[in-house]
């Protein structure tokens, strides 16, 4: 029986990602560093910083990882008036809410994170937001989701995540939770 549930953000409560590929083109240019739009959807939850070091490293560039990951966020603040809803998941959210207990784990930044939650009208559904900075191991390591479900004060076992990437969906599992994998249900109601 779940008594519990964890969304990721990114894609999955709210549709960010174009925004996120716009700030990303931006910066990769300016820096000269190469990012395919399929290798950023496929590294989908993997915090800023941590796609610019892996970036460094395969290229043979220095990077300031910090600093272009601060200006990417700067970048993608930009287009935040963009953001839209994803409906069918926010749906899920609002019919839960006050029901069930329910957490975010997000491999973005809280600043961030807290204003998409405040510009689509649901902060108030989540008793917890976890980020990137509140866990040692990034997606697709559970930490996030099993720091999130401790938040919430329900075991993983009893928790139903949602998320949109293969990364996350690897967290899910990894964490013991009922998964959804939002881009099934988006098809459906497609």
Not at 14 to 33: G, K, S, Y
Not at 126 to 139: I, L, M, P, R, Y
Not at 171 to 177: E, F, P
Request: hydrophobic share 45%; aromatic share 6%; glycine share 8%.
């Amino acid at each position: 029986m779940i008594q519990g549930l964890v969304f990721d953000c990114d894609g999955t409560l709210a549709d960010t990602m174009p925004a996120h590929w716009v700030a990303w083109r931006l910066v990769a240019e300016r820096h000269r560093f190469a990012f395919t739009e399929e290798r950023f959807y496929a590294l989908g939850g993997v915090p800023s910083r941590h796609i610019v070091e892996m970036l460094s490293r395969e290229q043979g560039i220095a990077l300031n990882a910090q600093a272009i990951a601060l200006e990417k966020e700067r970048a993608y603040l930009g287009g935040l008036a963009n953001v839209a809803p994803v409906k069918p998941v926010v749906a899920i959210a609002l019919e839960h809410h006050g029901k069930l207990p329910m957490a975010v784990a997000s491999g973005g930044t809280r600043p961030v994170i807290e204003m998409v939650l405040a510009r689509l009208g649901i902060r108030h559904c989540f008793q917890a937001v976890v980020t990137s900075e509140d866990v040692v191991n990034q997606k697709p390591a559970p930490d996030i989701f099993l720091e999130a479900a401790r938040r919430i004060g329900v075991t993983p076992e009893r928790c139903r995540g949602f998320e949109d990437t293969d990364l996350g969906m690897q967290a899910i599992r990894a964490a013991g939770m009922d998964e959804v994998d939002i881009r099934e249900l988006l098809r459906k109601d497609g």
